[in-house]
């Protein structure tokens, strides 16, 4: 079949959301306009649950990151009692900004401006020169809520949150529990900005049939994401027989460890949208590196084999997480404007891996560095293509239906919060 899908003639968005084709990449002003993108950030970003940090980079009561989202900053912090609290990073006096800093360690959040003083439970504690009549306890910093799904911290800005986070998180917790990863040690953080709009990060990541230009990767990963035994080309039939080969073992380890065998995949069918797929990998099948072997000789949590594949997480809309044996590596997706976007990758260790003498940062990262710069550059190309007045959306093919699920998830949130 083919399709003459024609430049829309103007911005309305309402248009723009109905007329969607199913099955085909968006239409340019999606990537484009600095009108979507202001929608994305209050249809998308401020209505849904966000990954925003792994727990382990806060460790201690008084740690915070904080985080960019659109025009919001929010604030999240340990609190004495080491609970995770998060806040507007605004001050309740006249508005300045508290915290400048991605991350640091405060014993209370003290404005620059008339140093009004917070605990770290949000509490104003002192401001000068009031009068008696003047009420601290009105005063608080105003909480964004903030929930963590075994040591992955997630955001809400909405009053209202989707209300089946809850039984996603329990849904998800059985299967990172057994990696310890509240108890985890950021080994390395890098952040990318790429040359892309936010759903070209995100597309990108939904799909292995770009996977040839990712060497480093596919060295243990299986490039077989979304092909059945039909359709697996001919380039990638030993890979095929491999993988059920290592299938096999995988699930031998799961049953001794009591691990779940099932996945799950809810990509666009629920507000907190989520896909969870435990994989084997090639080769040693251990972990991301030169023919799958182990990048860290701590095992994480409670682990107690090293070949045991790699349990994906993929959640709608920011963020992918992948759990090794050894490590785990953590994927944040923000918006900074219509054709930027950054992409935060965190490496987490068992906390007392040591560096230097159970892993190195740089074989630790290698597989993950190489391929998010790869993928930087074919996000940066789709930009441009996207921006040319020569772009129409173009056919998923059978193995894109993870992009497919994404889309139909972000225009059908858009479209529900069009007709609020
Ligand atoms: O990170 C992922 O989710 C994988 C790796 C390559 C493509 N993508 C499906
Ligand atoms: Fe913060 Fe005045 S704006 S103390």
Known sequence: MTMQLERPTGHDLVDLVERRVPGYSLEAPFYTSQE????DVSAIFARHWLFAAAEAELPEPGDFVTVAVGSYSVIIVR???????????????????LLDEPRGSVGNLVCPYHHWTYGVDGRLMHADNQPASFDRSCFSLRPVQVRSIGGLVFLCLADDP??????????????????????AKVAHQSDIVETGN????????????????????????????????????????????RYHQASAALRSACVRQGFPLEGARELDTRATGFQLSHAPLDGAGKSFNTNGESVCSRLMGSMTTDRFGDLSLHMQPNSWFHMLADHAVVFSVLPLAPDRTLLRTTWLVHPDAVEGLDYDVATLTRVWQATNQQDGTLVA???????????????????????DAFVTWYVSRLAAHLSR
Request: proline share 10%; aromatic share 12%.
């Open 36 to 39: 979507v993108f202001d929608l």
């Open 79 to 97: 609190d004495d009692d080491e609970e995770l609290r998060a806040f507007h990073n605004v001050c309740r006096h006249r508005g300045s900004r």
């Open 162 to 183: 989707p209300a089946d986070f809850d039984e996603v998180a329990a849904r998800i917790e059985p299967f990172l529990a057994p990696y310890g990863l509240r108890q």
């Open 198 to 241: 936010w759903k070209l990060v995100m597309e990108n990541n939904r799909e292995c049939y770009h996977c040839d230009g990712h060497p480093e990767l596919v060295s243990a990963y299986f490039p077989l994401f979304g092909y059945t035994a039909e359709d697996v080309p001919p380039r990638l039939r030993p890979a095929y027989q």
């Open 381 to 403: 190309r789709t930009q441009k293509g996207v921006e040319d007045p020569g772009y129409r959306p173009g056919p998923y093919s059978t193995v894109e239906g993870d992009v």
